[in-house]
Structures are given as structure tokens and as C-alpha cells.
């Protein structure tokens, strides 16, 4: 059995709101180290990243925010990553907005032949330069792993693409702009909204998740951002959305994944302490780590 390494990764540069650099140390405040014990593992923590303290710079062509920083950042983490993976650990890594996985999944990438991803997130995440309303990174990453964006990003820590269309799964969507729908459209992307997910319901959609996976994908990366869920349960997140996944949802989706033995590394992001009401989304972040460790053997 692998050894989990827990690390946080302080990232602030991929969206405005301040506080999500806090969102490590809040899920360790809500016990993350004691509840893994519980269950008998001995989790490793490796500490938080350093992040660059530098400036906040808008790109006056593309009007990307901070580019720079974010891919020296995302740089390191993959390296991190990448380093855990040969040391044989389990990587758990604690955000920090949703750009610093660009960074895990370039670590992770290097390990599989075939990898694939698991995205649980009220967004796609799938905005280039070109359809990014914000300019905001954290709106960026999956398009960045599948080769789409600037060239910083797409090409850190190896060549573009970390990942194949055919090899991702969103679940949780509702917040979607223009050029991500496209997208979806026209690649095919497999994913879920929450539509689907009321119609079908979780335990169908994650069967039929994992079963695509299974077949496509040698190792899973799961980015599981808190603001999939619903902002009555998680209000500690920059960019809540209603109509929202509920805990018992989140936590079936983690236990069913825990059981498939998919998934080689994992990602829990956006808890901003700074928004939240008394640590209760980094609260919900160790029940859901706990549920998906609780199975996984
Ligand atoms: N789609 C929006 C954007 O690109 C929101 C992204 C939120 C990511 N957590 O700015």
C-alpha cells in the first residue's frame, strides 16, 4: 500500500479574491492528519510550496493575469509531484485556486502512458486566452493539460499535451462561457452537468465515470475543486455557483472512486478561509478525503 504525502500548494496568482493562499493550512486545521490516522494510514506531510511574492501584472495583449507567476509556481509543483510519484507516495495536494493544476497534472503525467482525470468542479475550467472573460488563470487549467493556451503553461514541464481529450471526465458542471461549450461540443468532451447528474443520478454517473476511465486511462488524477459543491455547503470557495453537488453526493462520488482503485493522486482546491463561514468547506474537504482514502484498498 502507497504512502499518502500531503502538500499544500498556497497558490493566490490564478484568481483575485484574497485568502485562498490560506486554504492548506485551513483544511489541516480541520483535522486532515488526525482523520487519515483514524483510518490507519500515516499520511506524510511535506509542507506548503513556496510561492513567489511578486506583483499581481495583467498581460496587455492576451489580458491573462499573472502568467508568469502562476507558471513558475505550477513548475515547481510538477516537479514535486512528479518526485513524490518515484519516491512510491500517494500525492494529496491542497489548494490554492484551481491554476495549480496545470502543475500537478504535468507531475502526474509523466508516470502513465495513458493518464486520464477525474474533474469534479462547478466550472469547466477549459478557457483559453482568446474565451476567458476574466483573464483569471484558475478558469484555464484543464484547457492548458489538454494543450490549449499560452505557451508558458502548455509546455511546463514537458511538451503539450499532458492529456487527452478523450481521456477526461467533468462532473458537477453549471457555470459554463461561450468558448468552453464549444469546446465540449467539438472535442466531445465527456461530462456531466448537474442536469445530467439530477436526471441520472450520482451512483449511475459514476459508474458510468469510472467505467470510462477504467478503459481508457493507466493512472487518474482527480481535481476536485469545493466550489462543485453546493455554496450552502461550501461558501468558502471565490466562485460559488447554485445548484451545487450536496455533501452526501460529494461524498458517494469519493467512496465509489476509493473502492474503483483508480485514482493515483488527487487534488482538493479553492478553500479560501477568508470566505468561508467557521472552516466549514475545508471542514467538508477532510470529509471527503477521508471517504475516498476510507476505500481505497
Ligand atoms: N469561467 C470563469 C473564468 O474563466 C470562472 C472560472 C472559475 C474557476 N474556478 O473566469
Same mark, same amino acid.
Given at each position: 500500500e502507497k504512502k499518502i504525502a500531503i502538500v499544500g500548494m498556497p497558490m493566490s496568482?490564478?484568481? &483575485?479574491? %484574497?485568502?485562498?493562499?490560506l486554504g492548506p493550512d485551513a483544511v489541516r486545521h480541520a483535522g486532515l492528519t488526525e482523520r487519515l490516522r483514524q483510518l490507519g494510514l500515516a499520511p506524510e506531510d511535506m509542507g506548503n510550496m513556496e510561492i513567489g511574492t511578486g506583483e499581481r501584472t495583467v498581460d %496587455?495583449?492576451? !489580458?491573462? +493575469?499573472n502568467l508568469h507567476q502562476v507558471a513558475e509556481a505550477c513548475e515547481q509543483l510538477a516537479a514535486q509531484v512528479d518526485r513524490l510519484f518515484g519516491q512510491n507516495f500517494f500525492p494529496l495536494v491542497l489548494g490554492g485556486d484551481h491554476s495549480m493544476a496545470i502543475g500537478t497534472i504535468a507531475g502526474a503525467a509523466k508516470h502513465f502512458r495513458n493518464p486520464g482525470i477525474l474533474w469534479i468542479d462547478?466550472?469547466?475550467?477549459? @478557457?483559453?486566452p482568446e474565451t #476567458?472573460? #476574466?483573464? @483569471?488563470?484558475h478558469g484555464m487549467p484543464l484547457a492548458a493539460s489538454l494543450g490549449l493556451g499560452a505557451e508558458p503553461l502548455i509546455n511546463l514541464? !514537458? #511538451?503539450? &499535451? +499532458?492529456?487527452?481529450?478523450?481521456n477526461i471526465v467533468l462532473i458537477g458542471i453549471r457555470d459554463l462561457d461561450e468558448g468552453e461549450k464549444r469546446l465540449i461540443r467539438e472535442r466531445k468532451i465527456k461530462a456531466y452537468t448537474m442536469h445530467e447528474i439530477d436526471r441520472a443520478g450520482m451512483k449511475r454517473v459514476m459508474e458510468e465515470a469510472i467505467a470510462y476511465l477504467r478503459e481508457r486511462a493507466d493512472g487518474v488524477h482527480l481535481s476536485f475543486d469545493l466550489d462543485s459543491l453546493d455554496p450552502s455547503e461550501? &461558501? !468558502?470557495?471565490g466562485t460559488p455557483v447554485k445548484g451545487g453537488l450536496t455533501f452526501r453526493e460529494a461524498r458517494l462520488a469519493m467512496e465509489m472512486l476509493g473502492e474503483s482503485g483508480l485514482i493515483a493522486s488527487c487534488e482538493f482546491v479553492e478553500v479560501n478561509p477568508l470566505l468561508d463561514t467557521k472552516n466549514q468547506t475545508a471542514g467538508r474537504a477532510v470529509d471527503l478525503i477521508a471517504a475516498l482514502f476510507e476505500r481505497m484498498r
Open positions: 496568482y490564478g484568481q &483575485p479574491h %484574497p485568502g485562498v493562499a %496587455p495583449e492576451t !489580458g491573462m +493575469k462547478a466550472h469547466g475550467d477549459l @478557457n483559453t #476567458s472573460p #476574466s483573464g @483569471n488563470i514541464y !514537458g #511538451s503539450a &499535451p +499532458k492529456i487527452r481529450f478523450e461550501a &461558501p !468558502g470557495v
